[in-house]
């Protein structure tokens, strides 16, 4: 579709902050219509969301112990852990349960990503970009403090972060190494499963960052690109036979993901795994390449669909 065919929405966007090329993309990926339903939506708040941890306290005892403080919670109608905040009279990220662990704010999305890996109480599991630690501190409580994480992570800053909610939230079975996670095959480990929540360009988290609307130009996502595939492989190569890798990001860039999957599948034996859960599918035509069809087993959660933060994910099998 000609994008001089949509000065409204161009209009519309420009004067909302949004560089030219993300609406043009937006276009293809979502058409017209889902366009505007997601400028729309990336200008509304996204309601607070928290997940249990049962680490530290039971789910009920955790949400009676909020409720008596006029705290109104929903149930995730997927994950019993998740929890949307209906209303609170107190500042969520400071009660005395949160201060004790007994949950942590996260958005309900980025709970699908550990939750899809599945790891099991006796299992060596990677966190290849750890830090703050939301998704390491589930994948403990999903394995019940059993087995061994290796959280990496690459700042110094970010992994004193890492260590206090790991810490806050009674996590006894991970190690957080500060380094390179690429540099990860000098420990000679194998991993039965690991988890890559790339670093990348955010642009499915606008709704928390407006700055997003026009902060990366097309180099910074390729640049995001190559650093994402280089880290793809390194996990790819510490990873045992028929181990299990779950890729995602809160981009909604193809570069940063389709992409990034199509370039792995051609180079490495691996093959794509089908994620059920209700989102669309990956995409696999952009601009003017035909990707692997097998990137439909992949998903997208888009912003305005699933009343949460864009994702990516992919599963991946090692052969």
């Known amino acids: 579709m000609p994008f001089q065919a949509d000065n409204d929405i161009l209009e519309f966007s420009v004067k909302l902050g949004y560089l030219p090329y993300m609406i043009e993309r937006y ?8 366009t505007k339903e997601l400028i729309k939506f990336n200008e509304t708040s996204l309601p607070q969301t928290i997940r249990l941890n049962s680490l530290r306290n039971s789910y009920e005892n955790t949400e009676r112990a909020l409720t008596k403080k006029g705290i109104k919670l929903k149930k995730d109608s997927q994950y019993l852990e998740s929890r949307t905040i209906i209303e609170t009279p107190h500042p969520i990220g400071a009660t005395p349960e949160y201060l004790n662990g007994y949950y942590m704010l996260q958005g309900k999305n980025s709970i699908y990503p550990s939750r ?9 599991v990677g966190d290849f970009a750890a830090a703050p630690g939301g998704k390491t501190t589930h994948l403990a409580q999903i394995m019940n403090n059993k087995g061994k994480i290796v959280a990496i992570d690459i700042s110094a800053n970010r992994c004193r972060s890492l260590k206090s909610n790991l810490s806050r939230m009674g996590v006894e079975n991970t190690i957080v190494l500060q380094m390179d996670a690429r540099k990860i095959s000098d420990f000679h480990l194998l991993f039965d499963k690991i988890l890559l929540d790339a670093p990348c360009s955010g642009s499915g988290v606008i709704t928390t960052d407006r700055t997003r609307k026009n902060s990366k130009t097309i180099e910074d996502i390729l640049n995001y690109h190559d650093y994402q595939v280089s880290l793809l492989y390194t996990a790819l190569d510490v990873l045992k036979s028929n181990g299990e890798l779950v890729y995602s990001t809160c981009s909604l860039e193809p570069e940063e993901n389709e992409l990034v999957i199509s370039e792995v599948l051609k180079n490495a034996d691996v093959e794509l795994e089908k994620i059920e859960i209700n989102a669309k599918p990956g995409i696999i035509h952009f601009q003017d390449m035909d990707l692997n069809k097998n990137l439909n087993k992949t998903k997208r959660l888009y912003p305005h669909e699933t009343n949460g933060e864009g994702f990516f994910i992919a599963k991946l099998v090692k052969k």
């Open 116 to 124: 899809i890996l599945d790891p099991q109480e006796g299992e060596l």
């Open 27 to 34: 276009i293809e990926m979502l058409g017209e219509n889902g």
